[in-house]
């Protein structure tokens, strides 16, 4: 059994009770962000009187380079602003199937992710992180991409530049198209060498995903960026105008400022701010027997694994409720074995200390109980 849709459960979470469930950002403002939110009213009135497709330009330049991406084609065509990363992925996942009938998709990852190939008509083949550094010379021959999502939710992998050279390089020699969702590329470092440059020499048709709502605490004011090959034939543009017209520009004023106080040190205090909150969530839990699963990931959520006689995730997650907090089971992130994700929670870290402790402690305090009560 499992507790639903991640999304679903998210939203739930979002309505009431301590929610560390959704990894979107809802840590207080930092000084720098209230300042710029302080100049919203000055914000509308350039947005309303500045040329569109410059607001988008510089949003896209000061987002892309701030996180290394120097290649990424802003300035041209091959670069879109989108409402959301979904919207992004759920255009990709149109223009896949009209060129393939089957993917080969991490596993895990976050569940809309296959959900969406899924509801497009493409069959999906697992692949193992490690398997993208190891090489994907077995995959069947039906398979006509390859989607990759780095770093990796739940886990916090990063598929580092000398596999993605091997990996891009392979998907050129084999025909396949190469997928990228890179969402939280901006919370690890280790991420951010310029992909778009070694997609490009590559030769292979690629696509890429961007986010800018898992960084800034903005109350879901966002953009995700869609970015593509010149040689990736995909009908992407044609697909996004089915979609929507464009973003708000407004948004894109902001990000643009968001994403110049981020590289002016606010990407390292968000690092400091998950790094601390990770540790106090491992100090408070491990006594009561969870186990940090990935405690060199930089990502704002962490993997807990329960003990065993917590049972299942989605019982822990039902007992959690009952102290009005909310977490994610991980089944439903191991989209083609759920069973695989079956004693592992993940806990989102892009909050208040003060959450993430209490939260902890009501994880340790379930932990402790239910192992008490088997004793019994």
């Not at 969406?116 to 006509?144: H, K, M, S």
Request: net charge negative; proline share 5%; aromatic share 6%.
């Amino acid at each position: 059994m499992t507790a639903g849709k991640l999304t679903t459960l998210e939203n739930r979470a979002i309505a009431h009770g301590l929610n560390v469930s959704d990894g979107h950002p809802r840590m207080p403002l930092t000084r720098g962000q209230r300042a710029i939110v302080a100049e919203l009213g000055d914000l509308f009135d350039e947005a309303a009187k500045r040329p569109f497709h410059e607001i988008e330009q510089e949003a896209q330049r000061a987002f892309l380079h701030g996180l290394g991406q120097h290649g990424a084609p802003v300035g041209g065509e091959r670069l879109l602003s989108c409402y959301s990363s979904s919207v992004a992925m759920d255009i990709v996942a149109r223009t896949l199937a009209e060129r393939t009938g089957s993917v080969a998709l991490i596993h895990p990852t976050f569940d809309n992710i296959p959900d969406l190939l899924l509801a497009r008509g493409l069959d999906l083949v697992p692949v193992a992180e490690r398997r993208f550094e190891e090489g994907l010379a077995d995959l069947p021959p039906e398979v006509g991409a390859v989607f990759v999502t780095t770093p990796n939710n739940p886990t916090g992998w990063v598929l580092g530049s000398g596999p993605l050279e091997r990996l891009a390089s392979w998907c050129a020699e084999t025909g396949r198209i190469l997928a990228m969702d890179t969402c939280f590329r901006g919370q690890d470092v280790r991420a951010q060498y310029d992909t778009y440059r070694i997609l490009d020499d590559s030769g292979a048709e690629w696509v890429v995903i961007e986010d800018t709502g898992k960084l800034w605490p903005m109350l879901e004011l966002k953009a995700g960026f869609l970015a593509w090959g010149e040689r990736t034939e995909l009908e992407i543009a044609e697909a996004f105008d089915d979609v929507l017209l464009s973003v708000s520009p407004l948004v894109l004023l902001l990000i643009t400022r968001l994403a110049r106080d981020a590289s002016d040190g606010g990407y390292a205090e968000l690092a400091r701010l998950l790094e601390g909150n990770r540790r106090a969530l491992g100090e408070i839990t491990g006594p009561a027997g969870l186990v940090m699963k990935e405690p060199d990931s930089r990502i704002s959520v962490a993997q807990l694994e329960l003990p065993e006689s917590c049972g299942t995730a989605t019982e822990f997650y039902i007992r959690l409720l009952e102290h009005n907090v909310h977490v994610l089971p991980c089944e439903a992130f191991h989209w083609a074995r759920n069973s695989d994700g079956g004693r592992d929670v993940r806990v989102a870290l892009a909050r208040a200390p003060e959450e993430v402790r209490a939260a902890a402690t009501a994880l340790a305090e379930v932990s402790a109980r239910t192992r008490a009560d088997e004793r019994r």
